[in-house]
T-cell receptor, first 116, second 113 residues
Framework: AQTVTQSQPEMSVQEAETVTLSCTYD???????LFWYKQPPSRQMILVIR??????QNATENRFSVNFQKAAKSFSLKISDSQLGDAAMYFC?????????????FGGGTRLMVKP | NAGVTQTPKFQVLKTGQSMTLQCAQD?????MYWYRQDPGMGLRLIYY???????DKGEVPNGYNVSRLNKREFSLRLESAAPSQTSVYFC????????????FGEGSWLTVV
């Protein structure tokens, strides 16, 4: 079974600065997807960014980018020019590309605080 | 766009009561999922349905049953609620192509007293 680990329960960043959230995962599969979800206090799950394991190029979405290291099984999220609205829980998630159901496996989350 | 709709959004139950959480998606997705999220934790899979007519257990299925009523609807039933089932429940869905994103409903807050 796959596992996802987020080793930082909380992180803090000054507004307009850059912060990196860490994620590692364990799998024996070669074909899979990785995601970062944002969960504000409303509890809504918002997709931030996704990465296909077969792609070497790191995904980017505006101020959000990832550092995907497949051999190291590491998938970190970098938030540039942090804004107050970025404050939320962030979850890293793994999904197999081949297994039936293709469900998401989540890490325990990192709470990001943004200081004005 | 409605997306994934869950009802009810809030519910308080007494221990031993039963209830059903309803979920419907209007995106013609094949796969549907039920997750629970306990305080300070990530989401854990309860049950999933890879396609209409099939259901399978996830990581934490005990105390729950599911029904994939049709392609649109996937319900979660608590037959005899326990305080340990106090949680936020999320329904999600995904299209057939394996690369497609999983979309979440807004969550249902359940408290069992």
């Amino acid at each position: 079974a796959q596992t996802v680990t987020q080793s930082q329960p909380e992180m803090s960043v000054q507004e307009a600065e850059t912060v990196t959230l860490s994620c590692t995962y364990d799998t024996s599969e070669s074909d899979y997807y990785l995601f970062w979800y944002k969960q504000p206090p409303s509890r809504q799950m918002i997709l931030v960014i996704r990465q296909e394991a077969y792609k070497q190029q790191n995904a980017t979405e505006n101020r959000f980018s990832v550092n995907f290291q497949k051999a190291a099984k590491s998938f970190s999220l970098k938030i540039s020019d942090s804004q107050l609205g970025d404050a939320a829980m962030y979850f890293c998630a793994y999904r197999s590309a081949v297994n039936a159901g293709n469900m998401l496996t989540f890490g325990g989350g990192t709470r990001l605080m943004v200081k004005p | 766009n409605a997306g994934v709709t869950q009802t009810p959004k809030f519910q308080v139950l007494k221990t031993g009561q039963s209830m059903t959480l309803q979920c419907a998606q209007d995106m013609n997705h094949n796969s549907m999922y039920w997750y629970r999220q306990d305080p300070g934790m990530g989401l854990r899979l309860i049950y999933y349905s890879a396609s209409e007519g099939t259901t399978d257990k996830g990581e934490v299925p005990n105390g729950y049953n599911v029904s994939r009523l049709n392609k649109r609807e996937f319900s979660l039933r608590l037959e005899s609620a326990a305080p340990s089932q106090t949680s936020v429940y999320f329904c999600a869905s995904r299209a057939a192509f394996s690369g497609n994103t999983i979309y979440f409903g807004e969550g249902s807050w359940l408290t069992v007293v």
